[in-house]
C-alpha cells in the first residue's frame, strides 16, 4: 500500500541554518503531496502542497518540489528562524481515496538561538 | 478561518470506560477524520465521514467507533478504553469536493490518558 517515509528527527539547528527535512513516498498512482506543521500544543495545518511532478510548493520561507523520479517531495528553508520550532510531517493523498491522508512519522524541529 | 473545536484539550479515564470525544467544524465541510498521534507513528486514521450518518473505517478502526448525526459534528467513542488507547486525538475536516489536493484542517487535539 501507499506510504511515506521522513528522516528521523529530532533535528536541531541554530538560527538561520539551512534546514532539509528528507521525505520519500510509495504511491500506486499519481498522489498529491503536502507537508503540515504542528506547533507546540496545537493541531496540524498545511504548510505547502504540489499536486503534480515538478510542482514547487512553498510557503512562508518553505520549499518543496515534488520529484516523481526519486518519489521525494523534501521540505527546504534557507534560514530557520526559532519561530519554526515545531513537528513536520509529510502526507499523500490518492486519486479515488475520497481525500484521505497518509502521513510520515513526523520530523521534530528545534531551532536554536 | 476554518475553525475545528474539539471538546476537551485533556482528559484522563479509567479502563473500561465509555469515552466520547466531539468535534465541531463551522465551515459546512463534508468530510471529517479521526486521527490518532503518537510518537514515531505519525497520525493514522480511525474513522472517517463523508457525509451525515455515513462513516468509513481507516486503517485502525479496531476498539472506535463513530457517529455522525449532524454535518458539523463527528464524534469518536471509545466503547471500553484501554490503556493502549493512550493517545493524542486529532479531528480534521475537509470540503469533500472529491479533489485529491484539497486541504484538511485541523483541531487541537485531544490528549486522551487511560488509566
Known amino acids: 500500500g501507499d506510504s511515506v517515509t521522513q528522516m528521523e528527527g529530532p533535528v536541531t539547528l541554530s538560527e538561520e541554518a539551512f534546514l532539509t527535512i528528507n521525505c520519500t513516498y510509495t504511491?500506486?498512482?499519481?498522489?498529491?503531496l503536502f507537508w503540515y506543521v504542528q506547533y507546540p500544543g496545537e493541531g496540524l495545518q498545511l504548510l505547502l502542497k504540489?499536486?503534480?511532478?515538478?510542482d514547487k510548493g512553498s510557503n512562508k520561507g518553505f520549499e518543496a518540489t515534488y520529484r516523481k523520479e526519486t518519489t521525494s517531495f523534501h521540505l527546504e528553508k534557507g534560514s530557520v528562524q526559532v519561530s519554526d520550532s515545531a513537528v513536520y510531517f509529510c502526507?499523500?493523498?490518492?486519486?479515488?481515496?475520497?481525500?484521505?491522508?497518509?502521513f510520515g512519522q513526523g520530523t521534530e524541529l528545534s531551532v536554536k538561538p | 478561518d476554518v475553525k475545528v473545536t474539539q471538546s476537551s484539550r485533556y482528559l484522563v479515564k479509567r479502563t473500561g470506560e465509555k469515552v466520547f470525544l466531539e468535534c465541531v467544524q463551522d465551515?459546512?465541510?463534508?468530510?471529517m477524520f479521526w486521527y490518532r498521534q503518537d510518537p514515531g507513528l505519525g497520525l493514522r486514521l480511525i474513522y472517517f465521514?463523508?457525509?451525515?450518518?455515513?462513516?468509513e473505517k481507516g486503517d485502525i478502526p479496531e476498539g472506535y467507533s463513530v457517529s455522525r448525526e449532524k454535518k458539523e459534528r463527528f464524534s469518536l467513542i471509545l466503547e471500553s478504553a484501554s490503556t493502549n488507547q493512550t493517545s493524542m486525538y486529532l479531528c480534521?475536516?475537509?470540503?469533500?469536493?472529491?479533489?485529491?489536493?484539497?486541504?484538511?484542517?485541523f483541531g487541537p487535539g485531544t490528549r486522551l490518558l487511560v488509566l
Open positions: 480534521a475536516s475537509s470540503t469533500g469536493r472529491g479533489d485529491i489536493q484539497e486541504t484538511q484542517y
Open positions: 504511491a500506486t498512482g499519481y498522489p498529491s
Open positions: 504540489a499536486t503534480k511532478a515538478d
Open positions: 502526507a499523500l493523498s490518492e486519486y479515488n481515496q475520497g481525500g484521505k491522508l497518509i
Open positions: 465551515m459546512d465541510h463534508e468530510n
Open positions: 465521514s463523508y457525509d451525515v450518518k455515513m462513516k
